[in-house]
């Protein structure tokens, strides 16, 4: 968490796009039979809503 809150907006939303496509590839991934760590599902959605929670509290201070 501490290294999202020291990213600018646009390195946030950059880390954004590379994370919805990691999970992108991962849900497939598990389709095919691929994974075995599931796990890793679960921390990248929770990434993502820790950067969508930074992106939104920026923009509102902003306002």
């Known amino acids: 968490m ?3 809150i020291k990213k600018t907006e646009k390195e946030l939303k950059n880390l954004l796009l590379e994370k919805r496509q990691a999970l992108r590839a991962f ?3 598990i389709a095919g039979s691929n994974t075995r760590n599931v796990k890793e599902g679960n921390a990248l ?5 820790r950067i969508l929670g ?8 902003v306002k």
């Open 45 to 49: 959605k929770k990434d993502i809503a």
């Open 2 to 4: 501490k290294d999202f």
């Open 27 to 29: 849900r497939f991934s």
């Open 54 to 61: 930074l992106v939104n509290s920026k923009a509102k201070a």
